[in-house]
């Protein structure tokens, strides 16, 4: 199974085209989408090739007073046949955490897009977001896989014991509250691994060169802050694919410039998945 989850920078249905175009040319069985722009939904399943697209905008009443950002929800896609079930987190900004009941093939299982709130915009409610998504996932069993652009980590370190979050347990500005490592970080409180340290567990010779390369992280590059026309900006993986013991992995690429090329600023993110019942 093919898994792609991409930031589309709510962009308009000129750009969508290119988007979908790119997301049917990566052939994803499921596509775990950010903001999304409810204007171009329609012209971006056409494009992609989709069978189905769920919007969180959708499945929330919108506030007479919602920031214009509330519109820039979450949105999850994919071929065969619609999910059975799907709904959101009960957190402060409910349209960027969907989660739905996918089916492939014989295999069942959850499947979710988040995006987390900037915290230079929204301050501690990142960190709540965050920590709701976490407990949420602490409880659940079940095969389930969620894409997001987390808006972190700070320091993508090659060791997860050395990662660091923008809003880390213990920080000034939290003012006591939890950190959002407890989603992101080694402080997690669920069993879900990020796909691409579950991938470089398995190939040490990667891990070794990518420890010579950039000890510091981070691992790849799907966004760049501070960017502008003639600086690049600061390299981050702030875009992820988490996934429960279920599944194995089997490949996974940051497709950056194809991203940019699209009309993004987000890379991506594609993982091949073989599902294992068995692993652990």
């Not at 977001?129 to 409880?139: D, I, K």
């Amino acid at each position: 199974m093919r898994v792609v989850s991409w930031n589309l920078a709510y962009r308009g249905v000129a750009a969508t085209k290119n988007q979908g175009a790119l997301l049917r040319d990566l052939t994803a069985d499921v596509i775990l989408l950010q903001e999304v722009n409810p204007n171009s939904t329609e012209a971006l399943q056409r494009a992609a090739g989709a069978d189905w697209l769920i919007r969180a905008v959708d499945l929330r009443l919108a506030m007479p007073d919602d920031r214009p950002a509330r519109r820039r929800g979450v949105a999850l896609a994919g071929q065969g046949p619609p999910p059975q079930a799907s709904w959101l987190l009960e957190c402060p900004l409910p349209e960027r955490a969907l989660f739905a009941e996918v089916t492939n093939g014989d295999v069942v299982f959850t499947a979710g897009a988040y995006h987390a709130p900037p915290g230079v915009n929204w301050g501690l409610v990142k960190p709540r977001q965050a920590n709701t998504c976490a407990s949420w996932l602490a409880t659940q069993a079940g095969p389930i896989l969620f894409g997001a652009d987390a808006n972190t980590p700070l320091v993508d370190a090659i060791d997860f014991a050395d990662t660091r979050t923008h809003w880390h347990t213990g920080d000034r500005h939290l003012q006591g509250e939890p950190g959002d490592d407890r989603l992101w970080g080694p402080a997690k409180v669920h069993v879900l691994d990020d796909a691409l340290r579950r991938w470089l567990n398995e190939r040490p010779e990667t891990t070794a060169a990518l420890r010579q390369a950039v000890p510091h992280g981070p691992l790849a590059i799907t966004h760049r802050t501070g960017r502008r026309k003639k600086y690049a900006g600061t390299g981050r993986r702030f875009d992820s694919v988490w996934i429960s013991h279920h599944w194995k992995v089997r490949k996974i690429q940051h497709l950056y410039d194809e991203g940019l090329a699209a009309g993004s600023d987000h890379a991506p993110v594609v993982v091949d998945l073989d599902f294992a019942p068995e692993a652990t």
